[in-house]
């Protein structure tokens, strides 16, 4: 069995937003105090991480994650790269390097917006070995296979990722026929919906929708929300079934 832990759901400012007293920003319901989006995936032994954004410290400490085999990142905006630098005591605890799986123009920006981590080695910096992937190519993280799904993210080409029946799509705006096809037959989808507008980067709410239904999934859920969203428990009541609002701490087994 595989179980994947939802990390957090929010977009890149998180929910509430600093300074906002909106409606979901000042809401008591836990499912609208989202962190910034990522997922823990766990097969077995193997533990991967899908992003690790800000609040990675946080969500590692909350799911109360010992050991990781790897982190696989989506794309090189802060909100999903910006954490690695607490990757440290995965490595003081296996004493090796953190593998990060990324596209080869991702793991450009880690190396100059991490610049001292590659430069001469300086014991107690993070440890990271950089491994490229490409969409469409598989590869194997423990007994974990992983596949690399192309998305666009605005003009951004962006991957999001396969497990077997699952797979994991943030910051969608856009997919190909052919990686569309890569995600035949998945059963369980986590995809992105910023809001109700529509926005030039992000899929809106109907767009989000419309893209499940191509897809047909069994289960869907939302992620990387944003507060025009609006309450969680009142979106939930406006979904199609077979499509659910995604919330901090959602376990997901397959």
């Known amino acids: 069995m595989t179980r994947v832990t939802i990390l957090g759901t929010g977009t890149s400012q998180g929910v509430p937003i600093i300074g906002c007293e909106c409606r979901v920003c000042t809401s008591s319901d836990p499912h609208d105090n989202r962190l910034r989006s990522s997922v823990l995936v766990t097969y077995g032994d ?6 690790a954004g800000p609040d990675f410290r946080q969500q590692m ?4 994650v010992k050991r990781l085999d790897a982190i696989l990142l989506t794309h090189e905006h802060n909100d999903h790269v910006i954490g690695l630098d607490d990757i440290r005591p995965f490595n003081h605890r296996s004493g090796n390097p953190l593998e990060v799986y990324a596209l080869t123009r991702v793991a450009g920006e880690v190396k100059k917006r991490f610049e ?3 430069a001469d080695p300086i014991p107690g ?3 990271v070995d950089l491994i490229p992937v490409l969409p469409g190519e598989s590869f194997i993280v423990g007994g974990l296979e992983i596949l690399p799904v192309g998305v666009i993210h605005g003009k951004l080409p962006i991957v999001g990722y396969r497990f077997g029946d699952f797979a994991y799509l943030t910051d969608v705006k856009y997919m190909e026929e052919a990686d569309l096809e890569r995600l035949k037959g998945v059963k369980k989808l986590v995809i992105n919906a910023l809001q109700h507008e529509w926005h030039p980067t992000h899929l809106s709410l ?3 929708l419309e893209l499940i239904r191509r897809i047909k999934p069994e289960q869907a859920w939302l992620t990387h929300l944003s507060h025009h ?3 969680a428990k009142e979106v ?3 979904l199609p079934p077979g499509v659910k609002q995604a919330y901090d701490g959602l376990e997901i087994d397959f």
């Open 46 to 51: 193997t533990v991967v991480v899908i992003d």
């Open 61 to 64: 400490l909350r799911a109360r």
């Open 116 to 118: 001292y981590v590659f």
């Open 125 to 127: 910096l993070p440890r």
């Open 206 to 208: 109907t767009e989000a």
């Open 229 to 231: 969203m609006g309450l």
């Open 236 to 238: 939930e009541k406006s």
